[in-house]
């Protein structure tokens, strides 16, 4: 089992930044993709970015990219999603999960799941 919690959500206006994390605990968190997803209200959750076990390799949904950086610090069994340039579309609960494959989009292939944090953009 992998136990997953974020945090680093709020309330922010457009343009500002926030930094989600996301700590992990249990089994070996580098042995796992990390992947974020995000829910907005009367939505379907989505694919937002994810990382490799190794950090070295990173996918990312066209929606954010060039915007958002995923990470992660394996030693600290951490990682982070930081959301620059932030848009009122970009509200919605953002959830961190652990998975095995990369490159792939799909939810189906993440194993554990954090609670989510909120994250709301003022126009």
């Known amino acids: 089992q992998v136990q997953l919690l974020e945090s680093g959500g709020g309330l922010v206006q457009t343009g500002d930044s926030l930094r989600l994390s996301c700590v992990a605990s249990?089994?070996?968190?580098?042995?796992?993709?990390m992947g974020w997803f995000r829910q907005a209200p009367g939505k379907e959750r989505e694919f937002v970015a994810a990382?490799?076990?190794?950090?070295?390799?990173?996918y990312y949904a066209v929606s954010v990219k060039g915007r958002f950086t995923i990470s992660r610090d394996n030693a600290k069994n951490t990682g982070y999603l930081q959301m620059n340039s932030l848009k009122p579309e970009d509200t919605a609960v953002y959830f961190c999960?652990?998975?095995?494959?990369?490159?792939?989009?799909?939810?189906?292939?993440?194993?554990?799941w954090g609670q989510g944090t909120q994250v709301t953009v003022s126009s």
């Open positions: 999960a652990a998975g095995h494959y990369l490159g792939t989009s799909s939810e189906n292939t993440y194993n554990y």
């Open positions: 249990g089994r070996t968190f580098s042995n796992y993709v």
């Open positions: 990382i490799s076990g190794s950090g070295s390799n990173t």
